[in-house]
């Protein structure tokens, strides 16, 4: 430990804390990041629970491989089989890993540890993930080495995620100095090492604490002043090498046959592969660890001590030593029905090509069907480095690409798997799928082009399966693309075909799409949420997770449903489905946007942001090209301007700005709204001219966009003639009655027209499409309508039920609500007229009011508190609402005032 006191202390210090922690350490090979692991856990008391998993390096995981490891034998065949079973969804299996770890550990203290994070599978990257969030005496660790790590790979992501979402204790291991070497000569040989012998050492070892430690090994007995006059190796590679020079000829076929099975080396296969004896086996194996080429990892299983030792000792030897050996393998594991992704190394290594490529379709559509989308990308993607022109390989690489999120890859493959259909089912299949990539990275005229393209595809085909197929692709364009009545004519002949040819998995694809279009207009929604519940289950049945998770959505981004409990249900669902697809931006991002929505339909604005919040914290590509991207940074800002969180509003629009092709009017929205909440005139009217222009090109209207911004404007007194402009402009056919019957009464009251108004707001009070934050709005708009005609009775009613409806919300609305109020005479809402302001608040909340004062974050807040970030939030967000403030700055105007009172 020369040289990672520091470290150790650290790590030590986290275990002893009993509250869960996450640490991370980086380094290079051999810089001793396993050994300062090992050394923390010697240390550790007796009752803690021990859980140390290592990654696979050098070929594709099986899905969980860490956890596996880590459960070293100690868990039921009932367990193993659920946690790889395919026919559960990947939450289902994810879930199933926690419980798993979670009895083992029980309520024990426990160091969790996940070796070398950068060949881990995505599987267990994300259990990885679920463990941080866990509460209890618990520490996880990860080890990585950064040089190895890409964007393709689960860490990436990971490690990004971690950062955002927990305070983690990074620990970066560097090389030694020259002090540090000198210090690690004199343990070593015990007594103090002279300058030049530790400088020399220090040279050639470069600081490495392996290397270094290896040379002492390979060189026993020499102190360190004849260790630089020795003819010592150049290479660390010479130097594990040397460890096993002096084996048997028996022995030193064992442990090269055993560098060639992987890290994890099962005694069987071993056996098998090397035809070795049982009793001769393990004299050979125990040697073997004790000279500390190998340790024994489990039960009945064996690794190198150190993937360095693993590697010097196969790079000596011969190509064709090597595909012999992978060979064998090979043929025990085809005996064996093994999984293909190992079936397909080895298969590799032996230049078995056509065991390759048949191991790497069967596992890419294996990993492809419990959503393993990074597996299957690997695994096709080793196929077609053998086999380039494979159309079944590139539509799973295609795929898999596309449901990891990975556009680029997917475009690419999407486009070779389109050009090299040899039949008339690839190529409509190839085109679907391009459609949909154009659309995500916002490539409208390619999806012109493509739609064109399946057009006269259509016109070649005759009529069946894929002809059916291509209109379904051209109707899904064509809903992507808002043009509803193409996408109705399109659904309909491809029901048809589906009809006439009994095309089941068509026809699913064809309703999805026809009951999606209908759903977003108001006069056919009922009709289309029929069609999209009614196939549900039978998507569901067939196994086509991609529909059933996109009818899903469609439901519960549509009408609401009839309860919030069906909501969540619904929403849930489609987590479950999109999961069991691998399609990560449905399961990721949608699904947080859904509990979003479903935080605005119970009225409570602090838990939609969070639910925004969080999604965009593990969404892996909101960054990247995508209306996914465009509609998560919509939705945030726009809840930002609810909440009057002005400074927050910028940087997403500075986000959204440097995305290619967003949608017309999303920028200047923005803008024009954001201008108008910081009373900012001229830059209003100077974005409004750009909306209304932007708006020429958006072949769609929004009712809760017209509101929005109409509010805003109202708000900053815009002229009259700008203001019946946008109500002209923002609205159309297809927007929703009650929100169209909002803006105008909304335009009524601004130009005086009480009467009028009044009539329209009390028309929409119990329109339930609005939800309930709206119509609080529409409440208060309602009384002032009353409170001008001097109808104060009736005015009180409706603000008492605006109160009850905008309780959980906060912003603008709730300032609206509370100068009503004050017109009337009555209290704040929520707050007794005897209490008010800091008297108001709990004495947690206070507590947390003085911490604000003294200039903390939420993050600072959890910490000091020993809380959540999230329950931060919501004792922040009550602060402000029960105080009637809008920032942080007036909570400590508000807290000082108090203290100065009270002096």
């Excluded at 270094?212 to 090498?241: F, H, I, K, N, T």
């Excluded at 009390?762 to 529409?778: D, F, K, N, Q, Y």
């Excluded at 605006?802 to 906060?810: D, I, P, V």
Aim: glycine content about 8%; proline content about 5%; hydrophobic content about 45%.
């Amino acid at each position: 430990m020369i040289g990672r006191e520091s470290e150790l202390r650290r790590l030590t210090q986290l275990a002893a804390a009993h509250e869960p922690a996450v640490a991370i350490i980086a380094g290079e090979p051999g810089i001793g990041k396993t050994r300062l692991v090992h050394e923390l856990l010697a240390s550790l008391p007796a009752d803690t629970v021990v859980l140390v998993g290592h990654a696979e390096p050098g070929s594709l995981s099986r899905p969980y491989e860490v956890l596996l490891d880590a459960m070293d034998g100690t868990t039921s065949e009932d367990q193993l089989q659920a946690l790889a079973d395919p026919r559960r969804s990947p939450v289902e299996r994810l879930h199933t890993g926690l419980a798993i770890l979670n009895r083992m550990i029980g309520d024990s203290p426990a160091v969790v540890v996940f070796e070398d994070l950068h060949w881990a599978d995505s599987e267990s990257a994300a259990l990885f993930e679920r463990i941080a969030d866990g509460r209890g005496p618990r520490l996880l660790i990860g080890t990585y080495r950064p040089d190895e790590v890409t964007r393709r790979q689960p860490v990436a992501g990971l490690l990004a995620q971690m950062e955002r979402r927990h305070a983690v204790t990074h620990v970066r291991l560097d090389r030694l100095t020259p002090s540090q070497t000198a210090a690690m000569l004199a343990a070593a040989t015990g007594s103090p090492a002279p300058l030049r012998a530790a400088a020399a050492l220090h040279h050639r070892t470069g600081g490495n604490p392996f290397f270094l430690e290896e040379l002492l090994r390979a060189l026993p007995g020499y102190d360190a002043e004849a260790l630089v006059e020795q003819p010592l190796p150049w290479s660390l590679a010479d130097v594990l090498r040397r460890q096993v020079e002096d084996l048997d000829p028996v022995s030193h076929r064992i442990v090269e046959a055993a560098t060639v099975l992987g890290h994890r080396i099962p005694f069987d296969l071993l056996a098998d592969v090397t035809g070795t004896g049982e009793d001769e086996l393990i004299a050979v194996l125990r040697d073997l660890v004790t000279r500390g080429v190998l340790v024994e990892s489990g039960e009945d299983e064996f690794a190198f001590r150190h993937a360095l030792v693993r590697e010097a000792i196969a790079d000596q030897m011969l190509g064709r030593q090597r595909r012999r050996l992978h060979e064998a393998a090979l043929d025990v594991l085809l005996r064996e029905s093994a999984d293909p992704a190992m079936v397909a190394h080895h298969a590799r290594g032996a230049g078995r090509y056509d065991d390759l490529v048949a191991a790497a379709r069967r596992g890419a559509a294996l990993y492809l069907s419990i959503g393993s989308a990074y597996q299957a990308l690997q695994l096709a993607e080793m196929g077609l480095d053998e086999v380039p022109d494979d159309t079944e390989l590139l539509a799973s690489a295609a795929k898999a690409a596309w449901l990891a999120g990975l556009l680029d890859d997917a475009l690419r493959h999407a486009r070779q798997w389109r050009d090299l259909a040899s039949s008339s089912t690839d190529r409509a299949e190839s085109l679907y799928l391009l459609v949909r990539l154009a659309w995500e990275t916002r490539e409208t005229a390619t999806m012109r082009g493509l739609t064109h393209d399946i057009e006269t595809l259509i016109a070649q085909l005759p009529p069946g399966a894929d002809q059916a197929r291509a209109m379904t692709a051209i109707a899904q364009s064509a809903y992507l693309r808002d043009d509803a009545d193409v996408a109705l004519l399109w659904c309909d002949r491809a029901l048809a075909l589906a009809d006439e040819f009994d095309l089941p998995s068509v026809r699913l694809a064809a309703l999805v799409e026809k009951g999606s279009t209908l759903a977003e207009r108001p006069q056919t929604a009922a009709d289309g949420r029929t069609i999209l519940s009614g196939l549900v289950d039978e998507a569901e049945k067939a196994g086509e997770w991609v529909l059933a998770a996109r009818a899903l959505n469609a439901l519960v981004h549509g009408v609401p449903p009839t309860t919030p409990a069906e909501h969540a249900e619904i929403l849930e669902r489609m987590r479950a489905a999109a999961e069991r697809a691998g399609f990560e931006s449905l399961s990721v991002a949608t699904y947080f946007q859904g509990g979003a929505r479903l935080a605005l339909r119970a009225g409570d604005l602090r838990a939609a942001i969070t639910a925004l919040e969080e999604g965009r914290e593990q969404d892996l590509s909101y960054r990247r090209r995508g209306r996914w991207a465009d509609y998560h940074g919509v939705f945030l800002a726009g809840l930002y301007l609810e909440a009057g969180e002005l400074d927050r509003v910028e940087p997403i629009i500075n986000d959204l700005a440097a995305l290619p092709d967003n949608p017309p009017n999303t920028i200047p929205g923005l803008a024009f709204h954001l201008a108008c909440r910081r009373g900012d005139l001229a830059r209003a009217e100077a974005t409004l001219d750009q909306l209304f222009a932007e708006l020429d090109e958006q072949p769609w209207r929004s009712g809760e966009q017209a509101h929005d911004l109409i509010s805003a404007a109202l708000e900053i007194g815009l002229p009259a003639d700008r203001l019946d402009r946008m109500a002209r402009d923002l609205l159309d056919v297809n927007v929703w009655d009650a929100f169209r019957t909002l803006v105008d009464a909304q335009v009524a009251e601004a130009h005086g027209r009480h009467a009028e108004a009044l009539a329209g707001y009390l028309s929409i009070v119990e329109a339930h499409i609005l939800g309930p934050t709206l119509r609080g709005t529409v409440r208060v708009g309602a009384a002032r309508c009353l409170l001008a005609a001097d109808r104060r009775e009736e005015a009180t009613a409706q603000v008492d039920a605006a109160a009850s409806l905008l309780s959980g919300w906060g912003g603008w609305r709730v300032a609206q609500l509370a100068q009503v109020r004050a017109q009337l005479g009555l209290a704040p809402a929520g707050v007794d007229a005897a209490v008010t302001g800091p008297a108001a608040l709990t004495p947690r909340e206070r507590e947390v009011a003085v911490l604000i004062s003294e200039g903390l974050t939420n993050a600072e807040l959890a910490r000091r508190l020993h809380i959540s970030p999230k329950t931060a939030a919501v004792h922040v967000s009550n602060i402000l609402r029960k105080l009637g403030v809008s920032s942080r700055t007036e909570v400590a105007l508000f807290i000082g005032d108090g203290d100065r009172a009270r002096g």
